[in-house]
């Protein structure tokens, strides 16, 4: 297993412009999280997906963000018209629910410029 | 209202100068304080779970430490290779998300 993977890891795009990242979990994870953090920030929780039910959602997430996570595995993020305050690194994690250490591990991050 | 500070923001050490990091919360109810480590251009990396007051965590140079208000991370000795930004959360009871703080952005010279 090649840990949390992100795709694409930079995109820039004009405002106004429909933008999708997708994530790909640890396979035995069954918890999976989108986070968003700018320069100098630490990572703000967006949404997290249990299998495939999405149990939270943040105030951040406007109307022109959805996720989803279609059969329990991969996840998508989609950012609608996009706007210059977009721009962000947008960072995937997972975990299991079964015990351990309960920490997440992270994906690299999607690096989003809207120009 | 849930909230992590982290201090400094900033920490400049000489190789072998050991120091530490503050991270102080106030939260409803606490399910796990975490570490991580974040360098330039990548996600954060894993290091510590804590869980009640008086725990303790080590890993190489770095030890872990939580009270029922702060965790401090202390690094001894540290090398230039520990250089990055150091980031705590806490998660909270009810959900499985978590709060970050802004992180210590620690450079280690040689």
């Known amino acids: 297993d090649t840990g949390v993977s992100q795709d694409p890891r930079h995109k820039i795009t004009k405002r106004g412009q429909n933008v999708t990242f997708r994530c790909d979990p640890i396979s035995e994870h069954n918890r999976l999280y989108w986070y968003r953090q700018t320069l100098g920030q630490g990572p703000e929780f967006l949404t997290y997906f249990q299998n495939e039910a999405q149990l939270e959602k943040s105030r951040l997430l406007s109307d022109r963000f959805s996720a989803e996570r279609p059969k329990g595995s991969f996840s998508t993020l989609e950012i609608q018209r996009t706007e210059q305050g977009d721009s962000a690194m947008y960072l995937c994690?997972?975990?299991?629910?079964?015990?351990?250490?309960?920490?997440?591990?992270f994906g690299s991050g999607t690096r989003l410029t809207v120009v | 209202e849930d909230q992590v500070t982290q201090s400094p923001e900033a920490l400049r050490l000489q190789e072998g100068e050991s120091s530490s990091l503050n991270c102080s919360y106030t939260v409803s109810g606490l399910r796990g304080l975490f570490w991580y480590r974040q360098d330039p251009g990548k996600g954060p990396e894993f290091l510590f779970t804590l869980y009640s007051a008086g725990e303790e965590k080590e890993k190489e140079r770095l030890k872990a430490t939580l009270t029922k208000k702060e965790s401090f991370l202390h690094i001894t000795a540290p090398k230039p290779e520990d250089s990055a930004t150091y980031l705590c959360a806490v998660g909270t009871s009810g959900t499985y998300k978590y709060i970050f703080g802004t992180g210590t952005r620690l450079k280690v010279l040689a």
């Open positions: 994690a997972s975990s299991y629910s079964g015990g351990g250490n309960y920490g997440y591990t």
